[in-house]
Each structure stands twice: as C-alpha cells, then as structure tokens.
C-alpha cells in the first residue's frame, strides 16, 4: 500500500523550529521528487518546497527562502523540511507528496499525498 505520513507539526512561538518528516512506505522514496506544501486556513494550498531525485537546486518559495530547507534521506526512505525563524503566517497544514518533478515554480505533476501535519505558530 503506498503511503506517505508527514510528522513533527506542533504548537511553536515565533523565532522557533520545526522539523516536518515525510515517511514513505509501499514505493521507493528516491523514484520521485518530493514537495512540500501548505495550506492555511481559508487559503489555497501552495507548494512551497521541491526536491528532486538528485537533490540537486531545490525549490522554495520566497516566503520560505533562507528560513526552509528540505532534504531527503533516500536510506530511511523519508523527506524532511527544517523550518527556522518561523512566523505566524506559517501557521497551516503542511503536506509531503511525492511529484514528477520540481521547476522554478514550485512542485508538479503531484502522484501521492500524505495526510498533512498542523504548524501552528502563535505566543
């Protein structure tokens, strides 16, 4: 059964970390690129992250860039977004799925999806 399950959303304070897993089972991870996306609350979902098959130039949207960083570890099959300094506005679902591929504008071509993780950020 392919699956993906995204962990690590929790309750956190401005200038705080996360770090969000992707864990996926019943396909090999490395046959796709991975993005990471969000939505908000009366928003739509935005691909913010994308990693392809060779690691190579990942994605982020400017929102994230220089806070966000996504990796993968193709031998524990799992992806994982670090998110630094965050902020309010970060405050959303988070969701990993595996796509085709990345571009310059974010993930595409989306296979699988995970069940998404809550970010909350607040004081």
């Known amino acids: 059964q392919v699956q993906l399950v995204e962990s690590g959303g929790d309750l956190v304070q401005p200038g705080g970390s996360l770090r969000l897993s992707c864990a996926a089972s019943g396909f090999p991870l490395d046959s796709y690129a991975i993005g990471w996306f969000r939505q908000a609350p009366e928003k739509e979902r935005e691909g913010i992250s994308c990693?392809?098959?060779?690691?190579?130039?990942?994605y982020y949207v400017d929102s994230v860039k220089g806070r966000f960083t996504i990796s993968r570890d193709n031998a524990r099959n799992t992806v994982y977004l670090q998110m630094n300094n965050l902020k309010p506005e970060d405050t959303a679902v988070y969701y990993c799925?595996?796509?085709?591929?990345?571009?310059?504008?974010?993930?595409?071509?989306?296979?699988?999806w995970g069940q998404g993780t809550q970010v909350t950020v607040s004081s």
């Open positions: 799925a595996a796509v085709n591929f990345c571009t310059d504008y974010g993930p595409g071509g989306t296979r699988y």
């Open positions: 990693i392809g098959i060779g690691n190579s130039n990942p």
